[in-house]
């Protein structure tokens, strides 16, 4: 009854954000949340640097996130200090590989891609835990940590922080669909009530394609969605004790339909007809399904969620969750791209 009220829960909080950003992100108020004065010019003016919430978003997801895999971790028994470690150093190889990757890929430098992160971080993931099972906490008081638990907690919380992310690309208008009137008509009839029509001259897909005040596919939206509702449904058997098909499940979603969305994208996503990312997310599938048959099999027993909910409160985990959304607030935040020109005055009737 706990795992129901648990995911039900999760579930319909997630229904009322994605209600209410679908319908309000694509306007133009909700790409800059905050403007922050660095010089001021010789007329008076202050150069800004913004803060948007695309920044705000994300940190939201990536907070998400890591609270779902730190309360799946504590619900398998597993001690909170190796798991904000391997939380800390999946971080520190995701975020920039984040970055690294759009580079290679797009060739700019003020971008970032999720599906590159994934990539490397899915490679690096079960060689870490070993590793660390091996070399650091072998012989300690530590219990080893098992490989296959592991990988579908951290599956779940990805495919749940990665739809919940994709309202940060709503509100900076990138990863943007195709104009329904390129596509082709079953696709207009499935998007005529749902579409994304994006307002504002500094959002990507304004700048980038000159498609703004046009109806998109809604890719965001839609793969905010698909990612979620799998991640859900992962939830739900990973809380049932079933780890290896939960990350077969989430990563055969999430992964397949990476591949099969891009082709409903207009955003630059590489040169030729196949993206990098596709390529990526096919190898992803392929490898993660030789992972599952390689590994063997978990000998963990049902998890036991109200012990998992206990450890977010510990100081530890509240330590780590608020340096998480705080470092992705500004490190995905500050707009590199778009700039800002202030002038502040006195309202003298209030003097």
């Given at each position: 009854m706990t795992a129901i009220m648990f995911v039900a829960t999760l579930a319909g909080l997630l229904t009322v954000i994605f209600w209410w950003s679908f319908t309000h992100?694509?306007?133009?108020?909700?790409?800059?949340?905050?403007?922050?004065?660095?010089r001021r010019r010789p007329d008076g003016q202050w150069t800004g640097v913004n803060l948007t919430y695309?920044?705000?978003?994300?940190?939201n997801a990536y907070l998400l996130a890591a609270a779902l895999v730190l309360v799946m971790f504590g619900?398998?028994?597993i001690n909170l200090q190796p798991a904000v470690m391997l939380v800390a150093i999946m971080l520190a190889v995701c975020i920039p590989a984040a970055s690294i990757m759009a580079r290679l890929v797009e060739?700019?430098?003020a971008t970032l891609t999720v599906a590159g992160a994934v990539f490397v971080g899915n490679l690096v993931l079960p060689f870490l835990v070993m590793l660390l099972n091996r070399f650091l906490w072998a012989g300690s008081w530590m219990t080893p940590l098992a490989v296959m638990p592991i990988m579908?907690?951290?599956a779940v919380a990805y495919a749940v922080g990665e739809g919940a992310g994709r309202l940060a690309c709503i509100s900076f208008g990138c990863c943007y669909g195709r104009p329904l009137v390129h596509c082709s008509p079953w696709c207009r009839f499935l998007f005529a009530k749902f579409n994304f029509v994006f307002t504002g001259k500094t959002k990507k897909v304004a700048?980038?394609?000159?498609?703004?005040?046009?109806?998109?596919?809604p890719i965001q939206g839609v793969t905010a969605i698909i990612n979620c509702g799998a991640g859900l449904v992962g939830l739900w058997f990973f809380l049932m004790g079933h780890y290896g098909l939960t990350f077969l499940l989430?990563?055969?979603v999430t992964q397949g339909w990476r591949c099969f969305s891009e082709f409903m994208r207009a955003d630059y996503r590489g040169g030729g007809r196949w993206s990098a990312y596709q390529v990526m997310a096919i190898l992803t599938i392929f490898y993660d399904i030789g992972m599952a048959w390689l590994l063997p099999a978990s000998v963990a027993g049902i998890p036991d969620l109200p012990t998992g909910l206990t450890s977010l409160w510990q100081p530890l985990a509240i330590f780590m969750l608020q340096a998480i959304w705080l470092l992705t607030l500004f490190h995905t935040g500050l707009s590199r791209v778009t700039g800002a020109s202030l002038l502040f005055h006195l309202k003298e009737e209030k003097v």
């Open positions: 992100l694509t306007r133009e108020r909700w790409q800059m949340l905050a403007v922050i004065p660095v695309y920044g705000l978003l994300s940190a619900s398998l028994g060739r700019k430098g579908a907690a951290v700048y980038e394609a000159c498609l703004d005040g046009t109806s998109l596919i989430v990563v055969v």
